[in-house]
């Protein structure tokens, strides 16, 4: 089977030397077994986005002197595939609308907290279909959420394979009930990552640890619509010399900053830990 990985920004901010060394990851995998590697651009959230990141993101992985497949696949000109899994998730029962903001759910006393904060109390899901319309006609407007209970249900036991970390049992619970399409958007992150790794063919996804509790609702979600699971190989992260993860508020590790520096991109590899003589040229 052909190994084909990608590496998957967001065009939210600079690229920096943890996203040089992510990207590596997965361009290096696919070298290695003589694979395919892709990029795609996650820009879903367009509020968020702009286009001189994602500018940014194509000069700074080619001044590395990675190549990729073309064409690169940009999630804002996909949402008909997101909302045609959407529609399958909807019509199996599995999703409800939750017209919580984000206050209502920071204030719920009660929520317990999972990998990305309090965990959604399930406050919308018992609203009765006269509640839901009542809701929809003030104006209010709504996310959709998974009915995490019911879909593990449905799919039963599940288990993925990171290729670091071995077998893994899939707890898709880990988050609670995730959002599945944010509002005013027939998508989220869990939604397109997974529809897009399936129909990309992407056989290995490569991605920072960060996201590895996010792979339990993935396999579910792959469960539900019936994909075939890829491999995971979640990385490590890079940090700095206090120990905190790089994010990219970081403008000193930014790719686009090394490079006004005037390094070179060998200097930046080794900086991003990238073995000697493992990098692209
Ligand atoms: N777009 C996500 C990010 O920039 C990564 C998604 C993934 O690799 O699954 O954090």
Redesign the pocket.
Known sequence: MTVVTRF???PTGQLHLGHAYSAWVGWHAAQAAGGRFLLRL?DTDLGRCRSEFERGILDDLAWLGLTWETPVRRQSEHFSDYRAALDRLDAAGLLYPCFCTRKDIQSAASAPHGPDGPIYPGTCRGLSEVDRRSRVAAGLTNALRLDVAAASRLAGPLAWHDRAAGRQTAQPEVFGDVVIARKGTPTSYHLS?TVDDHLQGVTL?T?GVD?FQATHVHRLLQALLGYEPPGYHHHRLLVDETGRRLAKRDQARALCSLRDQGLSPGEVWKLAGVPEGQGPG
Do not use: F, G
């Open positions: 998957a920004p967001s996650e990552v996804v991605r996201l």
